[in-house]
């Protein structure tokens, strides 16, 4: 079992690392989301956050980004799999993204979820759905 101030010092620890990054310090959030990760490497948010970041600055490739991600932040419900649609845009399998993107938006899932709650499924479904929307745009 988890000790509770694990979960909240992983939280606290990649948010700082948003904020660094927002000021422009990409060294001390790469610190702190590696950080975080090696506490907790299960986070969704943290995980996210570092193999995108560590992605978008080449020191991993895509096929290690869609594999790291795999294990974990791709099968957390409509979001993961939502999240495997736009990474998989992200790194040149469109029309793979595309194909994943349509069926999350199509799914009825979660929308009766108490965890997640209806309108947060509805907002993210829509998030989708702008992703298509501008893919769409693009291939005309």
Avoid at 83 to 103: D, F, N, P, R, S
Wanted: glycine share 10%.
């Amino acid at each position: 079992m988890e000790i509770p101030v694990v979960g909240r010092r992983t939280d606290v620890l990649n948010k700082k690392a948003i904020m660094a990054l927002g000021r422009g310090d990409s060294e001390c959030a790469l610190k702190l989301w590696e950080e975080s990760h090696n506490m907790k490497e299960e986070h969704f948010d943290t995980t996210l956050n570092l193999m995108t970041f560590k992605w978008r600055l080449g020191m991993i490739s895509d096929e290690e980004l869609l594999e790291r991600l795999s294990e974990g932040v791709f099968k957390q419900s409509d979001i993961g799999h939502g999240l495997k649609g736009i990474m998989k845009v992200a790194v040149g399998e469109v029309e793979e993204g595309t194909e994943i993107l349509k069926a999350v938006v199509a799914s009825e899932k979660g929308l009766k979820d108490e965890d997640l709650g209806s309108l947060k499924v509805q907002r993210f479904k829509q998030q989708v759905q702008d992703v298509l929307d501008s893919l769409q745009t693009e291939g005309d």
